[in-house]
């Protein structure tokens, strides 16, 4: 059974760094696809990074703050996150399939982000 266990949330103060992990186990071949969501209250679930052999993408207003990457050997996908602002205080879901494969999507359990003073 795939699971994805998501870890490094936490509280920060505006201005401030946060590394995300998501490692993916019960697998032994890497996804093709991984990526970070996030959902605020009262809002939609986004997407915030994605990588995939072809590159990454970035939702626009994090772009130039955070850094998604991944480790293959270990099927783990990271977020770095830096010069964190209040608005990007979310739950923070990790995602993973093997797009363009038709096949499961699977999701983390989330992590609470809070950027606050």
């Known amino acids: 059974q795939v699971q994805l266990v998501e870890s490094g949330g936490g509280l920060v103060q505006p201005g401030g760094s946060l590394r995300l992990s998501c490692a993916a186990s019960?697998?032994?071949?890497?996804?093709?696809?991984m990526g970070w969501y996030r959902q605020a209250p009262g809002k939609e679930r986004e997407l915030v990074a994605r990588?995939?052999?072809?590159?990454?993408n970035y939702l626009d207003s994090v772009k130039g703050r955070f850094t998604i990457s991944r480790d293959n050997a270990k099927n783990t996908v990271y977020l770095q996150m830096n010069s964190l602002k209040p608005e990007d205080t979310a739950v923070y879901y990790c995602?993973?399939?093997?797009?363009?494969?038709?096949?499961?999507?699977?999701w983390g359990q989330g992590t609470q982000v809070t950027v606050s003073s």
């Open positions: 019960g697998r032994i071949s890497s996804f093709n696809r």
């Open positions: 995602n993973a399939d093997d797009w363009p494969r038709v096949g499961p999507v699977y």
């Open positions: 990588i995939m052999s072809g590159g990454t």
